[in-house]
């Protein structure tokens, strides 16, 4: 069975502009959520999605959103992008069930200049 | 909220040598604990995870973990380290709010980063 596919692995982005990053998840696999790893902060929890629909979100301003498509796959978009926002989001996905454990893509290292 | 400290940023042993890497949490519920690890240039992979149905945990590559409710602990151990064994591992706690229905909002600690020398 494939892993969590994520694209681009690298970004390049300036100061201001908008990325889109994709995530297609485990076959059958219904819910996908994301995370950003920085140095300082370390993994954080984006928001996760579900059947298209948001489920949970953490704690980032509203320039962070996602989406997911009918087939699960999902994109997570950032504004306006900041210095700060250089990362690498990794996308994970899920079976059903409560706590069913997080299967991770290999990330998008996103550098904002 | 959940939280999950995990006892020095770097730890080093040798090939052959016991690995032991530290995780305590705090969590107001019986807690959902994993173990991940990251190579470099890569995601972070299951290695093992606590679900309630035995204090001992079993996983992958000859890992195991015991759930200490006492001393709220869930230590990460191999017996005998191999050089494949450097990367970094993270200890992890479900972090359900009020409200929520799913587990996949993951609360990690900041991360151990084993070094095996030969």
């Known amino acids: 069975k494939a892993g969590v596919t994520q694209t681009p692995r690298y970004l390049i982005k300036t100061r201001g502009q908008q990325v889109t990053l994709s995530c297609s998840p485990i076959s059958g696999h219904r819910s996908v959520s994301w995370y950003q790893q920085t140095p300082g902060q370390g993994l954080q929890f984006l928001f996760e999605y579900f059947s298209e629909t948001q489920r949970n979100k953490g704690n980032f301003p509203g320039r962070f959103s996602g989406r997911q498509f009918s087939n699960s796959r999902s994109e997570m978009n950032v504004s306006t992008l900041e210095l700060g926002d250089s990362a690498l989001y990794l996308c994970?996905?899920?079976?059903?069930?409560?706590?069913?454990?997080?299967?991770f893509g290999n990330g998008t290292r996103l550098t904002v200049t | 909220a959940q939280s999950v400290t995990q006892l020095g940023s770097h730890v080093s042993v040798s090939e052959g040598a016991l690995v032991l890497l530290r995780c305590n949490y705090s969590?107001?519920?019986?807690?959902?604990l994993f173990w991940y690890v990251q190579y470099p240039n890569q995601g972070l992979q299951l290695l093992l995870k606590?679900?309630?149905?035995?204090?001992l945990v079993k996983g992958i590559n000859g890992f195991e973990a015991e759930f200490k409710k006492s001393e709220t602990s869930f230590h990460l151990t191999k017996p005998s380290a191999h050089m494949s064994d450097a990367a970094e591992y993270f200890c992890a706690v479900s972090d359900l709010r009020v409200g929520e229905t799913s587990g996949s909002r993951l609360t990690f600690g900041e991360g151990t980063q084993l070094t095996v020398n030969p």
């Open positions: 606590y679900t309630s149905a035995a204090t």
């Open positions: 994970a996905s899920s079976s059903v069930g409560y706590n069913s454990p997080l299967h």
């Open positions: 969590s107001s519920v019986p807690p959902y």
